[in-house]
């Protein structure tokens, strides 16, 4: 992509050489890409990808939370599931506290398992149906060596108690919970592994509203505790909003704008973070929005439009923006955007 | 920690009890609902207040499973004004959906039944003779008198007959004399009810991909609709309607005509079964959680349309979702039910500026609003009750912060706070006292 991406990584890449220290970010991301394979030819070789991640980077502290927010088919959970090496990644670097984790094989990430974790958004289909919960929780402890052996059964008690689950619930099965509960289950399940990073990828979205506020809190609270950082993906704005530090924007598989919560929220800089940010509706009638409403559907990934891939939709396309890439921008401190209409501001920073 | 108590492992003796005992009850009701002729002043009623579309009174609808009946929804009552948008908020398994197809007559059965209630709807059906046959309203040339298409004389009877040309309208359909009537939906019988659902009432289901058929393409599922309650229109008139409720819903019909449901992305779907719902100019549409699988981008878009349409079409919407922010901005009028029942109706500046009932306020309390920086959110403790055995007192009560005694007493009266806001709950019992006493 661009020299500055390049520039960027320079300066991070020997730093973290120097200094392994607790000041590490627990996860450093860097121009990640997945593409998957649609078309192929008479060989096998593919001819035409489907860009489901295009060079995303960014950053996340120990105890900190960067939220990821975009519509469907943005490429959210494919990103989260790419950090974790659940998928094969295309290209660029994923960085697990200092450590550069790409080339790792299953078996030499293995002691990487236990440290990182991830949330489902299912509560319904991410719990196998045959374990009660007191194997789906206590599984991966085992398997792991958390705790010895003998402690083990009180230890998962422990956990489950945490989270808020009775104990005594530790013989039943998934269908006799609710979603609200399935899903602290989930939160269980990740955090008795004492992870450093866990991905929430829309934890929340499947649960009625009383409940959602139960399983933020607890997240939250779970955060503050162990000193978890989170990868919160989210299509929920409002919900991003209040869980995360930092918020990235998604847009087929670019990130337009990341930044600081405050920053986004107060100033934002990309016309789709605008749209998006617009659309949601307010739970006031009094207040009546000033709508920007987004034209047409998200275009097919597998066939982006050229130059700005928001250009198809944007109010304030510009002929640059339908042949020419955007390049991220830091705009004001911490906050990026890749957008032409910020060409200018980076121009007038430098001198 | 104590065992818990609401746990209650059924027998396989109770349950076959209870299953034998539902088919008893679902068969009354079936029987009910079959009977070939029902006479029309078995469904035919008055509405109470002409400005209402839709009076639901005293509503039941049970589900006799297994396990025990599940009171699905349990004694609801609301109106839904002419031209009115009418939002339903709760949480799922609140009753809210079952609500509504208890209104369409699309309650699963034999296990799902409406038990109990009125669902008065004011309908314009065409007026039939002495026959069963519908009256045609004749074209008039200038002196008033019809135009005569053709004459004919029945060889063994020797009667004249004259076929006169009758009214159309621009697709094509034939005119029939209409009549305006009131109908109980509960108890009309199913041939009657068909002739509403789709024309009268339209409905917009929650997943577009479901309510759509995979094997049809949307020109000609959407064509049907047309040609099925406008007897006599031409494939030509249906097809220009179905361009004409396309482009009103922001699609380009020839791109979609001929097209399949899967090759349309999730909102453009949703556009389709919108087209779909209003193919017939329908008097109340209800939306189904029209916008809850979709993205907010598209859910704005969504919204935007359906504000449009009612204003076009003259229509009244009911609005069922859980999303605060959405009835916030569609609703004039707010129906919270919770565990089947409805705790508190008003309109949507009572509801959301002087929420009354625990339950309302905590729901607001508990959605993280935008630029709003909370530490924590408030969340309602607890979940919902039990569908099955259902508690007397008040359903709340194990949940409400500002529960009091009087609340393990019966289930709390419904009290008038203003002429149009209402809630269940004992903190307003005595309000009403000071009211009536000034």
């Known amino acids: ?351 | 920690m104590a065992e818990n108590k609401h746990v209650h492992r059924i027998s396989a003796k109770e349950l076959r009890a209870t299953a034998k005992q539902n088919i008893k009850i679902t068969k009354r009701y079936e029987k009910l609902k079959k009977r070939k002729y029902i006479p029309e002043s078995e469904y035919v009623t008055e509405m109470k207040d002409s400005n209402n579309v839709l009076e639901i009174e005293n509503l039941h609808t049970y589900f006799f499973t297994d396990v025990g009946t599940v009171k699905a929804v349990n004694s609801v009552s609301f109106n839904i004004p002419q031209g009115a948008t009418v939002g339903i908020v709760g949480e799922s398994g609140c009753g809210k959906s079952v609500t509504s197809l208890s209104v369409m007559g699309l309650v699963q059965g034999p296990t799902g039944q409406v038990v109990d209630g009125e669902i008065r709807f004011k309908s314009e059906v065409l007026k039939t003779d002495e026959k069963g046959k519908y009256i045609p309203v004749y074209e008039l040339d200038e002196n008033g008198e019809k135009i005569v298409l053709s004459e004919k004389i029945n060889k063994r009877t020797g009667e004249k007959i004259v076929t006169y040309k009758q009214k159309q309208d621009e697709t094509g359909g034939y005119i029939f004399e209409k009549e305006s009537k009131v109908y109980n939906l509960v108890r009309a019988p199913r041939s009657e009810l068909a002739k509403i659902r789709g024309r009268e009432i339209a409905m917009i289901f929650q997943e577009p991909m479901t309510s759509l058929n995979p094997v049809f393409t949307i020109g000609q599922q959407l064509d049907e609709v047309y040609l099925l309650h406008n007897p006599g229109v031409s494939k030509e008139g249906a097809k220009a309607r179905t361009y004409d409720m396309l482009k009103l819903v922001g699609i380009i019909p020839e791109n979609v005509y001929t097209r399949y449901p899967h090759e349309l992305s999730g909102g453009m779907r949703q556009r389709v079964v919108i087209a779909m719902a209003l193919m017939c100019n329908p008097r109340l549409i209800i939306g189904d959680e029209p916008t809850t699988a979709l993205d907010v981008t598209i859910q704005a878009q969504i919204l935007e349309l359906l504000r449009d349409i009612k204003t076009k079409i003259n229509g009244s919407i009911m609005l069922i979702t859980h999303d605060l922010g959405v009835i916030a901005e569609m609703a004039d009028f707010v129906v919270v039910m919770y565990a089947g029942r409805v705790i508190e109706t008003g309109t949507a500046m009572e509801i959301f500026c002087n929420p009354l009932h625990p339950y309302t306020i905590g729901l607001q309390k508990s959605k993280p609003v935008v630029n709003q920086n909370k530490e924590r959110l408030y969340s309602i403790p607890g979940n919902v009750p039990n569908p099955i055995e259902m508690p007397t007192h008040c359903y709340f009560k194990d949940r409400c912060d500002r529960a009091c005694e009087k609340c393990s007493g019966e289930y709390p009266a419904y009290v008038q706070v203003s002429p149009t806001h209402t809630v269940a709950c004992y903190l307003y019992q005595d309000q009403k006292k000071e009211g009536a006493d000034v």
């Open chain 1, 1 to 351: 992509m661009s020299n500055q991406v390049e520039e960027m990584q320079n300066e991070v890449a020997p730093s973290v050489a120097e200094q392994a220290t607790a000041n590490t970010p627990i996860l450093e991301v860097h121009n990640l890409k997945k593409y998957f394979p649609v078309e192929s030819n008479f060989f096998g070789k593919p001819t035409r990808y489907l860009r489901a991640v295009d060079d995303v980077s960014f950053t996340l502290q120990r105890g900190k939370t960067i939220g990821i927010v975009g519509e469907s088919g943005c490429g959210k959970t494919t990103m989260g599931r790419s950090i974790l090496k659940l998928h094969d990644i295309t290209g660029g670097q994923i960085l697990f506290d200092g450590e550069d984790i790409t080339k790792y094989t299953r078996s030499q990430m293995r002691p990487f398992r236990k440290r990182m974790q991830i949330i489902f958004q299912d509560p319904y289909s991410s719990l196998s149906p045959r374990l009660n919960i007191g194997e789906i929780i206590g599984e991966a402890v085992k398997v792991h060596n958390i705790v010895p052996a003998s402690k083990h059964k009180e230890y998962v008690r422990e956990i489950m108690q945490k989270c808020g689950l009775q104990s005594h619930f530790y013989d039943r099965y998934p269908h006799e919970f609710s979603g609200g509960q399935r899903q602290r289950i989930c939160i269980a399940r990740a955090i008795a592994l004492q992870p450093e990073l866990i991905i929430c990828d829309e934890p929340v979205s499947a649960l009625d509203v009383s409940i959602q506020a139960q399983i933020i809190n607890l997240l939250k609270d779970m955060q503050k505790e162990m000193n978890i950082a989170y990868v919160f993906i989210s299509h929920d704005l409002s919900v991003v909003e209040h869980i995360s530090d930092e918020i990235a924007v998604m847009y087929l598989g670019n990130m337009v704008e990341k930044g600081p919560k405050t920053n986004i929220f107060a100033n934002p800089l990309h016309p789709y973070t605008q749209a998006l940010f617009s659309a949601i509706p307010n739970p006031d009638p009094r207040v009546k929005m000033h709508r920007q409403i987004l034209r047409g559907d998200i275009p097919s990934p597998s066939n982006p439009p050229s130059g700005c891939k928001f250009h198809t939709r944007c109010e304030k396309c510009m002929e640059i923006c339908k042949t020419q890439v955007p390049v991220s921008r830091e705009v004001e401190p911490e906050h990026f955007v890749a957008c032409h209409l910020y060409n200018d501001a980076k121009g007038n920073a430098d001198e």
